[in-house]
T-cell receptor, first 116, second 111 residues
Framework: EAGVAQSPRYKIIEKRQSVAFWCNPISGHATLYWYQQILGQGPKLLIQFQNNGVVDDSQLPKDRFSAERLKGVDSTLKIQPAKLEDSAVYLC??????????????FGSGTRLTVV | SQQGEEDPQALSIQEGENATMNCSYKTSINNLQWYRQNSGRGLVHLILIRSNEREKHSGRLRVTLDTSKKSSSLLITASRAADTASYFCATEIQGAQKLVFGQGTRLTINP
């Protein structure tokens, strides 16, 4: 099966600019996750979608980050305006898991964001 | 916040030796998963162990889980250069529907 697709692969922007990341999960996967991974740390969940509804966005900095999953398939994550501390790899993952049934997650290769 | 704590943070061994990584967590879990991440890549799922299981094998991987101590270990036997990567434990917390990742162990296999 095709994996989780993410784009772009790399992005360099200046602080206060905006940026958007795109994710196409594995076909049929109901759950989609966005993680932020700062260098040297483990991934931190930003937002979790079940189909096109938000399940958990408790760690999403909502003053600058937004995400949507239209039609329950593709998703975009946006940062506006970016800060230096947003420099990280943004990982998208998907799983078959329905509510209460977490399955192993399949990750995309990520987008490496550098804010200068 | 990160729930899992991996130990050691970094491990360097010779090819052919066994590598053991440990993970401790704080709250009750449904399951614990181990993932591998090669430099600059996404995470790859290795193995999942449920809270009612104590040990699980997959190829050269052996995972143990001790829920009374809230800890898990990942053993890689007969290590190879290709095993060089970062390894993360992730816990599915009871009552939540998400994984919480630890900080990871950076494993280096020297030829």
């Amino acid at each position: 099966e095709a994996g989780v697709a993410q784009s772009p692969r790399y992005k360099i922007i200046e602080k206060r600019q905006s940026v958007a990341f795109w994710c196409n999960p594995i076909s049929g996967h109901a759950t989609l996750y966005w993680y932020q991974q700062i260098l040297g740390q483990g991934p931190k969940l930003l937002i979790q979608f079940q189909n096109n509804g938000v399940v958990d966005d408790s760690q999403l900095p909502k003053d600058r980050f937004s995400a949507e999953r239209l039609k329950g398939v593709d998703s975009t994550l946006k940062i506006q305006p970016a800060k230096l501390e947003d420099s990280a790899v943004y990982l998208c993952a998907s799983s078959l898991g329905m509510r209460g049934q977490i399955r192993p997650e399949t990750f995309g290769s990520g987008t490496r964001l550098t804010v200068v | 916040s990160q729930q899992g704590e991996e130990d050691p943070q970094a491990l360097s061994i010779q090819e052919g030796e066994n590598a053991t990584m440990n993970c401790s967590y704080k709250t009750s879990i449904n399951n614990l998963q181990w993932y591998r991440q090669n430099s600059g890549r996404g995470l790859v799922h290795l193995i999942l162990i449920r809270s009612n299981e104590r040990e699980k094998h997959s190829g050269r991987l052996r995972v143990t889980l001790d829920t009374s101590k809230k800890s898990s270990s990942l053993l890689i036997t007969a290590s190879r250069a290709a095993d060089t990567a970062s390894y993360f434990c992730a816990t599915e917390i009871q009552g939540a529907q998400k994984l919480v990742f630890g900080q990871g162990t950076r494993l280096t296999i020297n030829p």
